[in-house]
């Protein structure tokens, strides 16, 4: 027999080490091959791992609720085979991927520098957990180079920085020299610590779960980054409603699928984004990345309340009705905790049906590190006034109301306004032979 070590693998680019959720296996318990034997949550999405061998648990080497890095062991697995390290070699020299070189790490945090705050010079790699809870506690640069890091590389960790944070008043606190440049002014802080609320008799106290603390922080960040701005529009969408009739039943006797109207949307989201490339950027310090792909990032309400992206890679390469796939398989998979990491990570531009929910329109925040979001609104009938060749009419349509939010740093009003009446002008003169 021989020993095998079960390691966290590479989860995708940024994420650098996940929490145990709960073990599906006990030590003692024999598992088969693609078995998937832990749960894990990280900062983006929860998911299970799979072992990619058969045999049986011997040793549960991180506990529930413990943090894992990216190619640390979790567990030991008694394998067949003999010579025991040998065995256990020849499987780790197959997944060279578990265990990320330096330069590979370099290539996985770059990313990171463009979604994260420009408070810090670069210097350090610091992940967006770890340099967010530095701006919280106003820890300066010149302080967060003398806490060791335990991290791959000598990379600060979460505990690394809440241990500091503990330990600091028993420390002399060194304040980094203030840098002054004609181009680039320093920016201001403006948040405070959050005023802690007494609760009154009566009143019962919730825990935030892991996801909403995730969905809060990143929400104030967002808001704190990016100034916003949104435009609105009401879009008559009799056509695509028509159209959708014709065409759901067919579409779900042939392909087994249902046929929403977010495929539509993304659509027309999709040729805008060709027509006004400049709205598919991320910022980087002083300089704008435009972005090559166009990756939607489709807003999903979840049973337990919170909130969670997955993403419709190459959007543009996709016929409405490979979208119509990919967004049911990823609404699906994200209402049933089985998204991969992966699938949460590189929208490029983001849409937020708050139509589902009955609302009219919503003002929408921008996910970091993109630049816009749109919000779809409820399809609702009302009487408009139509132009014809023997005057105006009043007739009976149906009316949607779209607003879109962008970051007026690199946006500005003509451009997002612009963006937002070339959807409003696809989906109005929706093309009712267009093929499914």
Do not use: C
Request: hydrophobic share 40%.
């Amino acid at each position: 027999m021989a020993e095998y070590k079960l390691l966290l693998p590479s989860m995708g680019e940024g994420v650098m080490e996940a929490t145990i959720i709960s073990w599906l296996f006990n030590e003692g318990d024999s598992v088969k091959e693609d078995d998937s034997v832990v749960e894990i949550a990280t900062d983006k999405v929860d998911s299970d791992v799979p072992t990619p061998v058969s045999g049986k648990i011997v040793k549960i080497l991180k506990q529930k609720d413990e943090v894992a890095k990216v190619g640390e062991a979790i567990a030991i697995l008694e394998i067949e085979g003999e010579g025991g390290n040998t065995a256990s070699e020849e499987i780790k020299t197959e997944t060279p991927a578990a265990a990320p070189d330096a330069e590979t790490l370099k290539t996985i945090e770059e990313p990171l520098k463009v979604a994260a705050s420009t408070e810090f010079s670069g210097d350090l790699y610091l992940s967006p957990l770890v340099k967010s809870i530095a701006q919280q506690e106003n820890i300066s640069e010149t302080e967060l180079k003398t806490i060791k890091g335990s991290g791959l590389e000598g990379r600060i960790t979460k505990e690394d920085i809440l241990a500091y944070v503990k330990n600091r008043g028993n420390q002399p606190v060194q304040q980094a020299a203030p840098v002054q440049t004609a181009s680039a002014p320093q920016p201001v802080a403006t948040s405070s610590p959050a005023a802690t609320i007494t609760a009154a008799a009566g009143d019962e106290i919730i825990p935030m779960d892991r996801m909403r603390k995730i969905i809060a922080e990143n929400m104030v960040k967002a808001k704190q980054i990016a100034p916003h701005v949104t435009s609105f529009i009401e879009t008559d969408v009799t056509n695509v409603v028509k159209w959708r009739n014709k065409n759901k039943s067919l579409f779900e006797k042939r392909e087994g699928e249902k046929l929403t109207f977010m495929p539509i949307f993304v659509k027309a989201v999709v040729k805008a984004i060709q027509d006004f490339p400049m709205i598919n950027v991320s910022i980087s310090g002083e300089n704008i990345i435009k972005k090559k792909n166009i990756n939607i990032g489709m807003a999903t309400a979840l049973p337990d309340g919170n909130l969670i992206v997955p993403v419709i890679k190459n959007a543009d390469q996709l016929s409405l009705s490979g979208l119509a796939k990919a967004i049911n398989d990823l609404a699906y998979r994200a209402r049933n905790k089985k998204l991969r990491p992966e699938d949460t990570q590189g929208a490029t531009y983001t849409i937020s049906n708050v139509g589902s929910f009955g609302n009219l329109m919503g003002t929408p925040i921008i996910p970091q590190p993109q630049v816009a979001i749109l919000a779809i609104g409820a399809i609702v009938k009302k009487p408009a006034v139509l132009e014809t060749p023997d005057g105006d009419v009043i007739a009976i349509r149906n009316l949607m109301f779209m607003s879109h939010s962008y970051d007026h740093r690199v946006v500005d009003g003509s451009l997002g306004g612009m963006m937002l009446k070339h959807v409003h002008d696809y989906l109005e003169n929706w093309d009712l032979n267009t093929e499914i």
